[in-house]
Structures are given as structure tokens and as C-alpha cells.
């Protein structure tokens, strides 16, 4: 990563860090439309279906039923054939339903048997049901009994009977596509922890190798570096700042520098100071005693003309005791002590 700026870095790793929440947005995405196409897989093509065959078999047997009741004056003529207009068209078209439906379902050597028998004998239930709207009209009774006993068996074999045996089958393939959409789900449950768990492993080497790559620019923590810097700015150049070994390249490394060649300076410019001071303190002594010395000179001319005028002011005995370094005054005491004795 010596290729990457510390920005690109630090982009990298939020990149990397974002990753795994995306690959779990997506399976989750996944898995719900996933689960959604199941679910109108399973409307359109298993449960549509199913309660058409159950609204069939629902009006024919409500057909049968009337039919006996009308025998039995337990219901009346009209009503039934009301209810026949109502469910003569719904039948064949809850037919045509359920056959749309699951055309591309996967079906079964019984179920196809079944809807073969069926297509047979729906064909002929406009005429049956034509010929019972004409007895409910007529309120004939005899015409109706013949239809219950002879000719309404193959209907209930033909139609009742196989769509019997269809719904269990619907059913059954309900609960197939249920347990398969389960299965389903399971499976991108395990494929979507199982991309997490690389993700997340995958990032945390990228984020390792990120990390460990950022400190080694700066050599150290970031708050190592920034201590650093800030006892440099207050001007403490006494700072140890230790470094990893074969780092010559990073941070603070170049602030350990830094400092070594701030302490170099300002050592050189104390050296110089110093030396600049020694130098003003010997010439100001220099001059001092060049002061002195024409100080001297100036005063020696003066002091030989008072020595001459004392001279000249100086009697013989004044001039004796300048010249044999022994005062005349003791000459006088001697003297005058010798004369005082002779007199004496």
C-alpha cells in the first residue's frame, strides 16, 4: 500500500468497512424478492387454481343437491334455477382457470389422467344443465328424477371424482412450493452469513494492513506525533523521540530529525554567541588597557617638570638627601645634638 495516499487510505478502509452492511443489503434484497416471487408463484399458480377447482366442485355438488331438494319439495324450483344461471358460466370458467394456471406446473401422470376425464365431461354439461333449466321452468318433476339417477353418475364421475383427486394433489403442491421457498430461504440465509463472514474477514485483514500502514507513515500513534510537535512548539528540544528500527521514513521520524538539527543550530548559534562574547570581553579589556597606557604616557612629562621645580626650590641639604637617600634633618639633629654636648 506504499503506492496509496493517506487519504486513499483512509477511503479504502470506510470502503471496506461499508462493504459488508452492502453484501447484506443485497442478499437481503435477494431474499425478499426472492421470497415475494415465491409467494406469487404460489398464488398464481398453486392457490388460484386450487380455489377454482374448489368453487367447481362447490356449485357442482350445490347442483346435485338442489336437484334432490326440488324432488323433495325442500326447495323450490325457481330458486334453483336461479342459482343454476348464476354457476352454469362460473364452472366452465373456473375450468379454464385452473388449466391456465398450472399449465407450467409439473404435473403428475394421475393428475393429467384426471383432467383428461374432465375435459370429456365438461363438454357435456351445458347440454345436462340446459335440459335441468328446462325442467326448473316447467316444474316437471318426472323430467328431473331421470336426471338425478341416470344421467347425473358420469357427471360425478367425470367432474366430482377427479376433481377430488386434483385437490388433494394442489394442496399437497402448496405445501411442496412452501417448503421449497423455505429451503430457499435457508440457503441464502447460510450464502448471506456466509458473505458476511468473508467480508467481514476480508476487511478486517484490509483494515489491519490499513492501520498498520498509516502507523508506519507517521511511526507511531497519531497522538504520539502530536505530542511530539507540540513540545517542539514550545520550544523543548530536549525531547527523546525514540523511533522503530528501520524507520527512515516516517513522521516523526522526520521530526526526530528535526529536532536533532534544531539542537544542532541552536548549539551552533550559542557556540558562535559565545564566542562573539569572548571576543567583545578581550578587545574591551584590550582596550582598557590601551586607555591606560596612554594615560600613563601622557602624565610622565609633568611629573619630571614638578621633580625639576622641587629641585630648584630645594636648598643643598634638600638635593644631598635626593641624592644619598638619607635625610638632612638627621644631619641637623646630629649636629645640633653633637654641638649641645661639646658646650656642655
Same mark, same amino acid.
Given at each position: 500500500m506504499k503506492f496509496l495516499t493517506f487519504k486513499s487510505k483512509i477511503m479504502l478502509g470506510f470502503l471496506l468497512a461499508v462493504i459488508p452492511s452492502l453484501v447484506l443489503t443485497g442478499v437481503d434484497v435477494y431474499s425478499i424478492n426472492k421470497g415475494n416471487d415465491a409467494l406469487a408463484y404460489v398464488y398464481e399458480n398453486r392457490v388460484l387454481p386450487t380455489t377454482a377447482l374448489q368453487e367447481m366442485d362447490s356449485a357442482l355438488k350445490e347442483i346435485r343437491f338442489r336437484m334432490a331438494g326440488v324432488l323433495l319439495d325442500q326447495m323450490p324450483a325457481a330458486g334453483s334455477r336461479n342459482h343454476l344461471r348464476e354457476v352454469r358460466g362460473k364452472i366452465l370458467e373456473d375450468w379454464n382457470t385452473f388449466k391456465l394456471d398450472t399449465n407450467e406446473n409439473a404435473r403428475s401422470e394421475e393428475s393429467r389422467t384426471q383432467i383428461t376425464k374432465i375435459d370429456k365431461q365438461i363438454a357435456l354439461l351445458p347440454a345436462f344443465l340446459d335440459k335441468l333449466d328446462n325442467a326448473y321452468q316447467a316444474g316437471d318433476k318426472s323430467l328431473?328424477?331421470?336426471?338425478?339417477? &341416470?344421467?347425473? +353418475?358420469?357427471? #360425478?364421475?367425470?367432474?366430482?371424482? /377427479?376433481?377430488?383427486?386434483?385437490? +388433494?394433489?394442489?394442496?399437497?403442491?402448496?405445501?411442496?412450493?412452501?417448503?421449497?421457498?423455505?429451503?430457499a430461504g435457508k440457503r441464502l440465509i447460510i450464502f448471506g452469513v456466509s458473505i458476511l463472514g468473508i467480508s467481514l474477514f476480508i476487511a478486517i485483514i484490509a483494515m489491519s494492513l490499513i492501520t498498520r500502514s498509516i502507523l508506519k507513515q507517521l511511526g507511531g500513534e497519531p497522538e504520539f506525533a502530536a505530542k511530539i510537535a507540540g513540545r517542539i512548539a514550545e520550544g523543548d528540544l530536549t525531547v527523546a523521540i525514540e523511533t522503530k528500527a528501520n524507520d527512515q521514513s516516517s513522521l516523526v521520524f522526520a521530526m526526530k530529525r528535526m529536532n536533532e538539527n534544531l539542537v544542532s543550530i541552536v548549539s551552533?548559534?550559542?557556540?558562535?554567541?559565545?564566542?562573539?562574547?569572548? @571576543?567583545? =570581553?578581550?578587545?574591551? @579589556?584590550?582596550?582598557? &588597557?590601551?586607555? =591606560?597606557? #596612554?594615560?600613563?604616557?601622557?602624565? =610622565? /612629562?609633568? $611629573? &619630571? $617638570?614638578? *621633580? #625639576?621645580?622641587?629641585?630648584?626650590?630645594?636648598? +643643598?641639604? *634638600? $638635593?644631598?638627601? $635626593?641624592?644619598?637617600?638619607? +635625610?638632612?634633618?638627621? *644631619?641637623?639633629?646630629?649636629?645640633g645634638g653633637q654641638g649641645r654636648a661639646g658646650g656642655e
Amino acid at each position: 500500500m506504499k503506492f496509496l495516499t493517506f487519504k486513499s487510505k483512509i477511503m479504502l478502509g470506510f470502503l471496506l468497512a461499508v462493504i459488508p452492511s452492502l453484501v447484506l443489503t443485497g442478499v437481503d434484497v435477494y431474499s425478499i424478492n426472492k421470497g415475494n416471487d415465491a409467494l406469487a408463484y404460489v398464488y398464481e399458480n398453486r392457490v388460484l387454481p386450487t380455489t377454482a377447482l374448489q368453487e367447481m366442485d362447490s356449485a357442482l355438488k350445490e347442483i346435485r343437491f338442489r336437484m334432490a331438494g326440488v324432488l323433495l319439495d325442500q326447495m323450490p324450483a325457481a330458486g334453483s334455477r336461479n342459482h343454476l344461471r348464476e354457476v352454469r358460466g362460473k364452472i366452465l370458467e373456473d375450468w379454464n382457470t385452473f388449466k391456465l394456471d398450472t399449465n407450467e406446473n409439473a404435473r403428475s401422470e394421475e393428475s393429467r389422467t384426471q383432467i383428461t376425464k374432465i375435459d370429456k365431461q365438461i363438454a357435456l354439461l351445458p347440454a345436462f344443465l340446459d335440459k335441468l333449466d328446462n325442467a326448473y321452468q316447467a316444474g316437471d318433476k318426472s323430467l328431473i328424477t331421470p336426471m338425478l339417477e &341416470d344421467e347425473w +353418475p358420469a357427471f #360425478h364421475s367425470g367432474l366430482v371424482k /377427479p376433481i377430488s383427486v386434483l385437490l +388433494p394433489e394442489q394442496q399437497f403442491a402448496i405445501k411442496q412450493t412452501y417448503e421449497d421457498s423455505k429451503e430457499a430461504g435457508k440457503r441464502l440465509i447460510i450464502f448471506g452469513v456466509s458473505i458476511l463472514g468473508i467480508s467481514l474477514f476480508i476487511a478486517i485483514i484490509a483494515m489491519s494492513l490499513i492501520t498498520r500502514s498509516i502507523l508506519k507513515q507517521l511511526g507511531g500513534e497519531p497522538e504520539f506525533a502530536a505530542k511530539i510537535a507540540g513540545r517542539i512548539a514550545e520550544g523543548d528540544l530536549t525531547v527523546a523521540i525514540e523511533t522503530k528500527a528501520n524507520d527512515q521514513s516516517s513522521l516523526v521520524f522526520a521530526m526526530k530529525r528535526m529536532n536533532e538539527n534544531l539542537v544542532s543550530i541552536v548549539s551552533g548559534v550559542r557556540s558562535t554567541t559565545e564566542s562573539i562574547t569572548t @571576543a567583545a =570581553q578581550q578587545v574591551a @579589556a584590550g582596550n582598557s &588597557d590601551l586607555s =591606560q597606557a #596612554h594615560r600613563g604616557a601622557g602624565l =610622565q /612629562p609633568g $611629573r &619630571d $617638570r614638578l *621633580e #625639576h621645580g622641587r629641585t630648584d626650590l630645594d636648598g +643643598p641639604a *634638600e $638635593r644631598r638627601e $635626593r641624592q644619598t637617600g638619607q +635625610p638632612a634633618g638627621g *644631619e641637623r639633629l646630629r649636629s645640633g645634638g653633637q654641638g649641645r654636648a661639646g658646650g656642655e
